[in-house]
């Protein structure tokens, strides 16, 4: 059998055993639907290179699959690996729309409880520690609030939410949280806590009514002092698992112990969440975390350099934290690149040939605003997800999240047309028209109307896209 994940067909074997391997550990279905025409895959020095095409996509893959890429990178080259996941927004138009229809069946099918069941009690690892956190200007505020939830005697706001853009930090925080928490000096033996995605909350309440346990679910949430819930907007139109989370959340802050959340969104602009936990959400700390400014982004590359003990000359660094305006994820995959380059010259790399070698990568993120995050937003927002929005789908709800997502991309990146459709998974013609129905709607200050699960809703053109305007920016 031959499969094949867009890798130009090299005669690069291990890379052909890889991709084989993992289409046998995955299944045929979850390997066509993620990672079939639309992701790169690549053994490079030091680590694996796994490139896709946008940064909802990433996250899905470094949630599910990337222990079973790295598992098979090491079965087929010899020794272990890291597995490092970036965004390549040229890779969208490899993407074929029934695989992207495939890929937004499949996340509404796990997110929806009917994912294969999992153990009803399952800590994610923590990976991450609040002394690690590079604090800026962008995320002071969110930092100094994670601090004080752990080191204070009783919690001086209750919840706190966090939310910002993918690879701002917030599961960093979040973690963070958690792992100084279980070591708090309060309490012997530390506080109880737990972090959970709201997929995997989710789906261990659906596997605790099937299986009648749903007395010992309740009873392993309400119990902590501390519960860390990630990807909160996973929560939208899910109104048994909401009404679920709102008992939860009473519980714990009722008896005086902390709840902490991160989402892609605001609580008021997370798509299809009940008036009472919104309520909720809002009447604790809500921060929002901004991507990092350039001295911040300094601050990361000298210390994942270091952690990676790569010799990179501080003019480098400097020139790719100028230039570099994404996450901490394109960050180090810029750093990585420029660690093979000083591998392969066998001596300091300059800014000059740093230039020559991150020329594409630095095209492809020179604005501080991107089309995976404009999609991200506006996924939350309506209560979809970012495959919905280039799936075939023609729903009034996606329809109108696709138009929206074009016009903002027209607006806050400097991408053209026919890349916008291209992103999105249509034409030229396509993203004009998204961008001139908004402006008309915009001039006539008209009420743009969706349906959701709950009844229709409106709100007028201006009102919103000011609204998923803070958001992005």
Not at 344 to 356: D, F, Q, R
Not at 380 to 397: K, L, Q, V, W
Request: hydrophobic content about 45%; some cysteine; proline content about 5%.
């Amino acid at each position: 059998m031959s499969v094949w994940a867009d890798t130009k067909r090299a005669d690069d074997s291990a890379v052909q055993a890889i991709l084989s391997d993992l289409h046998d550990r995955i299944g045929p279905q979850r390997f066509n639907a993620w990672f079939r025409g639309g992701v790169r895959i690549a053994v490079e020095e030091g680590h694996v290179s796994v490139a896709v095409p946008n940064p909802f996509v990433g996250n899905w893959i470094e949630a599910h699959y990337q222990s079973a890429i790295a598992a098979a990178a090491a079965e087929h080259t010899g020794r272990k690996r890291p597995v490092l996941v970036t965004v390549d927004p040229d890779l969208s138009g490899a993407q074929r729309r029934r695989q992207l229809d495939k890929q937004a069946e499949m996340v509404e099918r796990a997110t929806a409880g009917r994912a294969r069941p999992r153990r009803a009690i399952q800590q994610a690892p923590l990976r991450y520690r609040l002394e690690d956190f590079v604090v800026g200007t962008s995320n002071k505020l969110a930092h100094s609030a994670a601090v004080a939830v752990v080191s204070a005697a009783s919690p001086p706001f209750n919840p706190l939410f966090v939310h910002g853009s993918c690879g701002v930090g917030k599961t960093h925080l979040l973690q963070g949280i958690c792992h100084a928490a279980s070591h708090c000096s309060r309490r012997p033996g530390g506080l109880t806590c737990r972090y959970v995605t709201a997929e995997q909350f989710t789906n261990e309440f659906i596997t605790s009514l099937r299986h009648k346990k749903v007395d010992e679910f309740r009873g392993a949430y309400r119990r902590l002092d501390l519960l860390a819930i990630d990807d909160v907007h996973f929560l939208a139109a899910k109104r048994a698992t909401q009404d679920e989370f709102l008992h939860t959340f009473n519980s714990i802050q009722t008896a005086g112990r902390q709840v902490v959340m991160a989402s892609d969104a605001h609580p008021k602009l997370v798509g299809e969440l009940n008036e009472p936990l919104v309520s909720r959400f809002v009447a604790g700390m809500v921060v929002k975390i901004d991507p990092p400014d350039a001295a911040t982004r300094l601050e990361i590359l000298a210390r994942r350099a270091a952690a990676m003990k790569l010799h990179i000359p501080g003019d480098v660094l400097e020139y790719v934290a100028m230039h570099v305006h994404g996450s901490a994820r394109e960050l180090e995959g810029a750093l990585l690149k420029l660690g093979a380059l000083a591998a392969l010259e066998e001596g300091p790399v300059t800014v000059a040939l740093a230039a020559a070698a991150l020329a594409d990568h630095l095209a492809r993120t020179d604005s501080a605003v991107t089309l995976g995050d404009i999609e991200a937003v506006v996924a939350a927002f309506f209560g979809i997800t970012p495959p919905d929005i280039h799936s075939s789908r023609r729903t009034r709800t996606i329809s109108l999240a696709r138009t929206i997502a074009m016009f903002l991309a027209r607006r806050h990146t400097r991408m053209s047309f026919p890349e916008i459709g291209r992103f999105m998974g249509k034409n030229h013609s396509s993203a004009v028209l998204a961008v001139q129905r908004m402006e008309q709607a915009l001039k006539a200050d008209d009420k743009l109307r969706w349906l959701t699960p709950a009844g229709p809703r409106e709100m007028r053109a201006g009102e919103m896209l000011a609204l998923l305007g803070e958001q992005i920016t």
